[in-house]
């Protein structure tokens, strides 16, 4: 097991082209465990495209400097982005999963243009708890991500507060990530399940579906 205080430790090249979710317990553990994921990018000279919460921007900014990076200088170079999450799924009056699928596959698209090999994706996943028309699609759009991701030789880490998701959310979460990161652990994921099998799963079940839920 990890210890308290280890942040992940894996080959850099392990990352590349995965679609991962990463349970924490708060936002403590969420930055000592993929601290190394973070600034491990920065030295390969990769792209980091991370979005978040705006009520945390600052804190997140504060976090990143805390662990070395020179924000200033990554963002003026652009290094690295920091979004709100309205400039991505809850962009409008509504989430629309195809118009942020296409973004997103963009975003993944765009750092070789601006000179980067590589980008490293990184999304805090509470813009699913928002109450706002179409966010019910939210698991039916990380399962379409499965069909980006492997284009492209990115990471994309989509983080998930065990103590603001409910349980079937969180099962949600492992059917559509082939990798998981767990008590500060990368695993390859068992209950990943083929993205054309759970679509078609998930759009039988639309009219009884229970949307994304909250930690009870």
């Not at 991962?20 to 390969?44: K, P, Q």
């Not at 990076?69 to 989430?95: K, M, R």
């Amino acid at each position: 097991m990890a210890s308290d205080e280890t942040s992940l430790e894996v080959a850099p090249s392990t990352f590349d082209g995965r679609h991962i979710c990463a349970f924490f317990n708060g936002m403590d553990e969420h930055y000592r465990v993929l601290r190394s994921f973070i600034t491990d990018g920065f030295d390969r000279g990769d792209k980091a495209f991370h979005l978040v919460d705006p009520e945390r921007r600052e804190d997140h900014l504060k976090r990143l400097a805390d662990a070395g990076i020179d924000v200033d200088e990554a963002t003026a170079s652009g290094q690295l982005e920091v979004h709100p999450w309205q400039d991505g799924p809850l962009h409008g009056d509504h989430f629309d999963q195809d118009t942020w699928l296409a973004g997103f596959e963009d975003v993944l698209q765009s750092g070789p243009a601006s000179g980067y090999a590589k980008t490293r994706f990184l999304a805090q996943m509470e813009w699913a708890l928002v109450d706002m028309p179409g966010i019910d699609d939210m698991i039916e759009f990380e399962t379409r991500v499965n069909h980006v991701v492997p284009k492209y030789d990115n990471a994309v880490i989509c983080s998930y507060d065990l103590s603001k998701f409910g349980a079937s959310t969180m099962m949600y979460a492992l059917r559509t990530h082939p990798v998981v990161i767990i008590g500060g652990l990368l695993h390859e994921n068992p209950f990943y399940v083929d993205p054309d099998q759970l679509l078609a799963e998930l759009r039988q079940q639309r009219p009884a579906r229970v949307g994304v839920g909250t930690a009870h």
